[in-house]
């Protein structure tokens, strides 16, 4: 069920006119396409808006419209905004933001993860919804503000990517009545698939072979898992589609239910996501960590060592597989 309702984010945002925006750490294409399409309606609303990401975008991004204005997070960007807006996540999950967000600034929250019980002046969490952009959708439909192409762009990569091009289990009615409207307004499916799967450079493409020579599964055939460690990104800047791109693979294998990558961010902190199809909650596991996320796709960050992290959260999942056990 809905926590909040667009009517009171709506009535929240009108109150405010210097607005931050933000998202989470590892951004994806529905927390920077909902980010960057809001940016825009509010800023057709005679608002002063600006967009910060906790990490860098990178060139990936650059074909979403309004990309070039966003800034990264660092200690010199000055932070004197009357509210925030925080897209696809709750506050703590901004990195370096999340202290200002918590500081007892105004913070409005819109999220579609089933995690999110949802906090701030105001917010709406609906995880029936197959990605926020379908609620910034909703809410510019609310103020019936114009759809011009650039938001269109911004949305329908937001849709596309959380939906795996509308290939995954959350894509309703609803979510295509909303593509083909964006489509109508002037985003290009083709364009955007593009660069959403087809336009990886060597490095990202050379990341996977590496990760796939770790694949291993599970003795039942149920569960699979990638490890990526800090000497094979090499320096690398981690994006949140990188995850989306690997652990495909070991989702692919017909007996597996569970998804893992287990990612080194240092020798003291594993990021780890999780993918799973049939009746398995990998948010329900992610949950045990500190994390969240949906029902099939969710993440968490252990602190401890890869080897550590992955023994832990292995266990966990053959809990959940074999609840017997």
């Known amino acids: 069920m809905p926590r909040g309702s667009i009517e009171q984010v709506a009535r929240a945002i009108e109150e405010y006119h210097r607005i931050l925006i ?22 057709a609303m005679g608002k002063e808006v600006t967009c910060i990401s906790p990490d860098p975008l990178g060139d990936w991004y650059s074909f979403l419209p309004g990309a070039h204005r966003c800034k990264v997070y660092s200690l010199k960007i000055p932070l004197d905004f009357s509210a925030a807006i925080v897209v696809d996540c709750e506050a703590s999950r901004c990195g370096g933001l999340s202290e200002y967000l918590m500081s007892g600034l105004p913070v409005i929250n819109i999220d579609h993860h089933g995690t999110n019980p949802g906090s701030g002046v105001a917010f709406y969490v609906d995880p029936a919804a197959a990605a926020t952009g379908e609620l910034i959708y909703a809410l510019r439909d609310h103020w019936q503000s114009p759809l011009s192409q650039d938001i269109a762009t911004n949305l329908y990569a937001a849709l596309a990517g959380d939906t795996g091009t509308f290939r995954f289990s959350n894509t309703t009615a609803s979510t295509l009545r909303i593509a083909s409207r964006l489509v109508e307004a002037g985003a290009q499916p083709a364009e955007i698939a593009v660069h959403l799967y087809e336009n990886r450079p060597y490095e990202a493409i050379d990341l996977m072979r590496q990760a796939l020579n770790t ?34 693979f070991p989702r692919m294998i017909e007996t597996v239910q569970v998804a893992m990558l287990f990612r080194e961010v240092d020798q003291g902190s594993t990021k ?54």
Request: aromatic letters at 6%; hydrophobic letters at 45%.
């Open 22 to 43: 933000t998202w989470h750490v590892d951004p994806d294409p529905d927390c920077v396409g909902s980010g960057l399409a809001l940016q825009m309606i509010l800023e």
């Open 215 to 248: 694949l291993e599964i599970s003795a039942d055939g149920r569960a699979a898992w990638l490890n990526l460690t800090m000497e094979m990104l090499d320096g690398q800047q981690w994006i949140g589609q990188h995850s989306e791109d690997i652990i495909q």
């Open 272 to 325: 780890v996501s999780f993918r799973s199809r049939k009746d398995i909650d990998v948010s329900a596991i992610a949950k045990q960590f500190g994390g969240g996320g949906h029902v099939r796709a969710a993440g968490c960050t252990i602190d401890a060592p890869l080897a550590e992290a992955r023994a832990q959260v292995l266990y966990a999942v053959t809990r959940e597989l074999n609840p017997s056990i």
